[in-house]
């Protein structure tokens, strides 16, 4: 079954490019995919699957029904756009004026379209069931994983599977990790509140700038001072703005920061640290301050028996050399919800290739992929999904 699964993924590959260009054409920003929702569901009901359409917001989930009883495996897409503007020259060029795919989100739903029309036609021999849960708005935290879990996407599933495109590795690799792929993502926002005046008489302000710019130092301290060097961490001051003009001392001011962690624990020291320190900085210095601490994404941690399963079925598809175990990054997905409920794996689908400008990394105006890694992507998921049914 497999073989002829992947010869009829053969077949369809002109068709995924074809789906892939078209939702590259009409991009749609998180949480406004109303129409790419719409043609996801059409879609899939053509080919006669159960498609429940708005879960957890524009989330869709289409099920196929094999003719055997057996387990149930999910295959995961994002379909959301980001607010960039292509600068690609190519006839697939966004239509939709600073809105991009630049994430590969537009091959990941192809990919996924691909497999359940290929699978439909061998579904008289599939034992179990398969779930294609399109989600909406990975690119915004909360994201949309979260909501479609709380409206009962996850259902009866046992195992998921999801992929992601990558410029970083050529087309024809994949990479994989048995443990965390990806990183937790929080973000922080502190007001530092001081009292202004002239920039000739500081001793009679309190001046949020020098608060600031000790603050940050600090704060750099906890990942090098208070975290085990064996367990990953990152802080980073990405904004700090106060002041307007050289003669006048700003009365506020304002730190923007990102935590990335792997270790839950870890995670929760940190932002019990960060406003500790930021409290403390500002007291010694006569300041007080208001700290906003959002937790986002949890890290992503591939169960191992389901990513060897995915790792098995990709050498059928691409030479075993080319599978390649990767370290964790601290880039973050909101997979990870999907993750912390049942097991699953998520793993890379190399789309670069030099040779026809496809260098560039997502989330850049000119990302563009070697469409080959839709066929690549496609079969390794189909195949990882029919072994776990046939496990």
Same mark, same amino acid.
């Given at each position: 079954m497999r073989e002829e699964i992947f010869h009829i993924i053969d077949n369809l590959y002109d068709e995924m490019v074809q789906l892939r260009r078209e939702f590259h054409m009409y991009p749609e920003l998180s949480f406004k995919e109303v129409n790419t929702a719409k043609k996801i569901a059409a879609y899939q009901r053509g080919l006669g699957l159960d498609v429940q359409e708005n879960v957890g917001g524009n989330g869709i989930v289409a099920t196929l029904r094999g003719a055997k009883p057996g387990k149930t495996v999910a295959i995961r897409a994002d379909f959301d756009a980001l607010p960039i503007t292509e600068e690609n020259e190519v006839p697939y060029k966004s239509k939709n004026p600073g809105v991009m795919h630049a994430c590969g989100h537009d091959a990941h739903t192809a990919i996924a379209l691909g497999i359940s029309k290929a699978l439909v036609q061998q579904k008289d021999q599939l034992a179990g069931n398969i779930v294609f849960i399109h989600q909406h708005a990975e690119e915004e935290d909360p994201g949309g994983a979260k909501s479609m879990i709380e409206a009962g996407a996850l259902e009866g599933v046992d195992a998921i599977f999801a992929t992601h495109m990558e410029n970083y590795i050529p087309v024809g690799h994949i990479w994989h990790s048995d443990e965390y792929i990806l990183g937790a993502s929080d973000d922080f926002e502190i007001t530092i509140n001081g009292l202004g005046g002239h920039g000739a008489f500081p001793q009679d302000t309190t001046d949020v700038v020098a608060i600031g710019a000790q603050l940050v130092s600090n704060l750099h301290q906890v990942i090098s001072r208070k975290v085990d060097p064996l367990k990953s961490a990152v802080l980073t001051i990405g904004a700090f703005q106060a002041g307007q003009k050289a003669n006048v001392i700003s009365g506020e001011g304002r730190l923007e920061g990102t935590v990335r962690t792997f270790d839950e624990q870890v995670r929760l020291d940190v932002a019990?640290?960060?406003? =500790?320190?930021? !409290?403390?900085?500002?007291? &010694?210095?006569?300041? %007080?301050?208001?700290?906003?601490?959002?937790?986002?994404?949890?890290?992503?941690?591939?169960?191992?028996?389901?990513?060897?399963?995915?790792?098995?079925?990709?050498?059928?598809?691409?030479?075993?050399?080319?599978? =390649?175990?990767? !370290?964790?990054?601290?880039? &973050?997905?909101?997979? %990870?919800?999907?993750?912390?409920k049942i097991p699953g794996s998520y793993f890379f689908t190399g789309s670069a290739n030099e040779s026809k400008g496809c260098i560039y990394p997502y989330h850049h105006p000119k990302f563009d992929i070697d469409e080959e890694a839709l066929r690549n992507g496609a079969k390794v998921l189909a195949a990882a999904a029919l072994d776990f049914l046939n496990k």
């Open positions: 019990n640290w960060v406003k =500790q320190i930021s !409290e403390h900085t500002c007291k &010694a210095f006569g300041a %007080s301050c208001e700290i906003d601490y959002q937790f986002g994404y949890p890290a992503t941690k591939n169960d191992k028996e389901m990513n060897q399963l995915l790792i098995n079925a990709a050498k059928d598809v691409i030479p075993e050399k080319n599978i =390649q175990k990767m !370290e964790p990054n601290m880039g &973050a997905e909101d997979f %990870s919800y999907f993750t912390k």
